[in-house]
């Protein structure tokens, strides 16, 4: 996985997970939802990096 995407992937279920507890903590439903959106973008952006690494070695 190039370091570039692996960062933007990480950064992204960073992001996400931040959202998701300040939302929780103000008690922000959409917050929250849009935090757990960026998560799991960021865990599928990091799953389709590690696939493509897998068939180039």
């Avoid at 190039?2 to 939302?23: C, H, L, N, P, V």
């Amino acid at each position: 996985m190039s370091d570039k995407k692996k960062s933007r992937a990480k950064a992204e279920q960073i992001k996400g997970k931040i959202k998701e507890t300040a939302g929780r903590t103000v008690g922000n439903e959409r917050l929250t939802a849009e935090g757990r959106a960026e998560k799991t973008k960021g865990n599928a952006r990091q799953a389709k990096e590690k696939i493509k690494d897998t068939f180039k070695g």
